[in-house]
């Protein structure tokens, strides 16, 4: 399957999603659900026959040289509940996502050059004919059968929920509930921190941004925010798919009944390359309205990274696919930009009590 199949396949479901099945009917006006299942598209007749039993659980990989982690991961989301796996190879130089080398029944998207996670989880979106959507990095490892009682929340609270994190290295030394997003007028755009404490009460806990890149979502949530967001670089993925997804009124959770562990990278600290900050723009000039954009966050972040900024900003202002998505995305945003704001400020007060933790991690074989 190539990208553009992947494209196009996601188009076609997010269409047949907006239909209203009530008003198909035959020439004879039957609306007799036999004949609604047989003019349905095909993904879309597979999914209204599965949602009266299981909903059917698909599973996308974005990887780039994951080395034997990838069918490692791919063993373990089936064991974990998946009914299907695609993996997203970003461009893979060492061989981790040949075909050879990954278990026949994985479907393979290929990306002939980097393009990141966000593109990642956007094309896996076009190969899934599930009802619930998992994107995960490949490098994970989760309980038996936890994605089933996941999805199974996602579904009564039409939301996106995570699971706790904690170190594939260092099981147990830290585990990370979710987090809360900080908006830093000061620097100009978002930031997070993590809950290092499990909440209390009910297991299932309001969060204000993902974090750990294992999210299981019914696919209608993608529908109601436009698409995932699919920023063109590792970085700040998380906090852009945690804005759209507020904006458009999805509820965001962690359920703490399941801990996944994640292999960690070493990455240099502070680090921020020219990618990260073009995201940085990319998210503020799309996801906020234009007075904002360009009255509190754009002017900040030029003067802070106006030594290390190696593009033309104008050319995220003036690319036409970006204007064109920047204008789609009004038609599902929900919140107003104050109320949003608002919003994220009174859960930083309200988690003031919760343990913050910063993770300091080592680099972790493959």
Not at 86 to 105: K, N, Q
Not at 164 to 186: C, F, H, R, V
Not at 289 to 313: C, G, N, S
Request: proline share 5%; net charge negative; aromatic share 10%.
């Amino acid at each position: 399957m190539t990208v553009d199949d992947a494209r196009v396949g996601f188009q076609e479901v997010m269409a047949a999603q907006s239909a209203d099945p009530t008003q198909i009917a035959d020439e004879a006006g039957n609306t007799d659900k036999a004949f609604l299942l047989d003019i349905l598209p095909k993904r879309m007749r597979f999914a209204a026959k599965h949602s009266q039993t299981e909903p059917k659980i698909s599973v996308f990989l974005p990887a780039r040289n994951e080395g034997k982690q990838v069918v490692k991961t791919i063993e373990n989301m089936w064991a974990c509940g998946a009914d299907d796996v695609t993996v997203i190879d970003d461009a893979s130089e060492d061989g981790s996502c040949d075909s050879r080398t990954l278990p026949s029944e994985v479907q393979i998207v290929r990306h002939n050059e980097a393009s990141g996670c966000g593109y990642g989880r956007f094309d896996g979106m076009g190969c899934s004919d599930g009802d619930v959507c998992v994107t995960a990095d490949a490098h994970v490892r989760g309980p038996e059968g936890c994605l089933k009682e996941m999805a199974k929340v996602a579904i009564e609270r039409r939301a996106i929920v995570a699971p706790a994190i904690t170190s594939m290295k260092n099981p147990g030394d830290w585990t990370i509930y979710g987090g809360a997003l900080e908006y830093q007028p000061k620097r100009g755009c978002f930031e997070h921190y993590c809950f290092g404490d499990k909440p209390q009460g009910d297991p299932v806990s309001p969060i204000t941004c993902l974090y750990g890149s294992i999210y299981v979502f019914p696919k209608y949530v993608v529908k109601r925010m436009g698409r995932v967001s699919k920023t063109t670089a590792w970085g700040y993925n998380e906090m852009a798919h945690t804005i759209r997804a507020l904006l458009c009124d999805v509820p965001l959770f962690v359920d703490s009944r399941y801990v996944f562990e994640h292999r960690y990278k070493l990455r240099p600290q502070g680090r921020v390359t020219s990618a990260r900050i073009s995201n940085f723009f990319w998210a503020a000039f799309v996801l906020f309205e234009r007075e904002t954009y360009e009255e509190t966050m754009r002017p900040v972040l030029l003067d802070r990274f106006k030594a290390q900024i190696q593009f033309d900003i104008t050319e995220i202002e003036s690319n036409p696919v970006i204007l064109a998505e920047r204008e789609a995305f009004r038609a599902h945003k929900v919140w107003t930009d104050e109320d949003f704001l608002l919003y994220v400020a009174r859960h930083q007060l309200s988690a003031q009590g919760r343990k913050r933790i910063t993770v300091s991690v080592e680099k972790e074989g493959m």
